[in-house]
T-cell receptor, first 119, second 115 residues
Framework: AQSVTQLDSHVSVSEGTPVLLRCNYS??????LFWYVQHPNKGLQLLLK??????LVKGINGFEAEFKKSETSFHLTKPSAHMSDAAEYFC?????????????????FGQGTILTVHP | GAGVSQSPSNKVTEKGKDVELRCDPI?????LYWYRQSLGQGLEFLIY????????KSGLPSDRFSAERTGGSVSTLTIQRTQQEDSAVYLC?????????????FGPGTRLTVL
């Protein structure tokens, strides 16, 4: 079984300042981890993913995340926030295996973090 | 190319009525997933299709919920005798092949309101 905890339900930053969205995961198996973004009235879009290659993952729009197994964390960062980054962000985990065989990609979502960017 | 599409985008229904929600995945994607996004429960998995079969229906909340997929393409999620707690956004996603590595592409969702 796997689960994800997003440590902040809301994060507020000023434009041009760094962004940190925190995520901790729990997984019985080596996880794949994703960050998805959802802009108001838009569909979910993949920002980046970790699938056991490099632990520092770079995504779209200047976002990156670092997989830290010892801390079971996968925090999302961006050096400088832009107004267009305002959205809800979801940390997502999927297992690479389960009791029945290979994983089929069932996603388990965190509760989401709403990012507000002030001018 | 075309992304995942869902219809209708909004559906308002009365308690006790049946509704059908449609998902058109990206052409060639063999795996299809339904999720539900609600205020109280967040985003939760409902059902997974590989081709036309559904190896995992474990997320369907009750036997009022059913889904099918035909021709390895279009999927329909049916909710019978709708209840107010069924109000949510229903999301469909598809991917080239079922794997924990592959990105799932999401549709815009169907917002269901049960009065």
């Amino acid at each position: 079984a796997q689960s994800v905890t997003q440590l902040d339900s809301h994060v507020s930053v000023s434009e041009g300042t760094p962004v940190l969205l925190r995520c901790n995961y729990s997984s019985s198996y080596s996880p794949s981890l994703f960050w998805y973004v959802q802009h108001p009235n838009k569909g979910l879009q993949l920002l980046l993913k970790y699938t056991s290659a490099a632990t520092l993952v770079k995504g779209i729009n200047g976002f990156e995340a670092e997989f830290k197994k010892s801390e079971t964390s996968f925090h999302l960062t961006k050096p400088s926030a832009h107004m267009s980054d305002a959205a809800e962000y979801f940390c997502v985990v999927t297992g690479k295996g389960n009791a029945g065989g290979t994983s089929y990609g069932k996603l388990t979502f965190g509760q989401g973090t709403i990012l507000t960017v002030h001018p | 190319g075309a992304g995942v599409s869902q219809s209708p985008s909004n559906k308002v229904t009365e308690k006790g009525k049946d509704v059908e929600l449609r998902c058109d995945p990206i052409s060639g994607h063999t795996a299809l997933y339904w999720y539900r996004q609600s205020l109280g429960q967040g985003l939760e998995f409902l059902i997974y299709f590989q081709g036309n079969s559904a190896p995992d229906k474990s997320g369907l909340p009750s036997d009022r919920f059913s889904a099918e997929r035909t021709g390895g393409s279009v999927s329909t999620l049916t909710i019978q005798r709708t209840q107010q707690e069924d109000s949510a956004v229903y999301l469909c996603a598809s991917t080239l092949s079922a794997s924990s590595y592959n990105e799932q592409f999401f549709g815009p969702g169907t917002r269901l309101t049960v009065l």
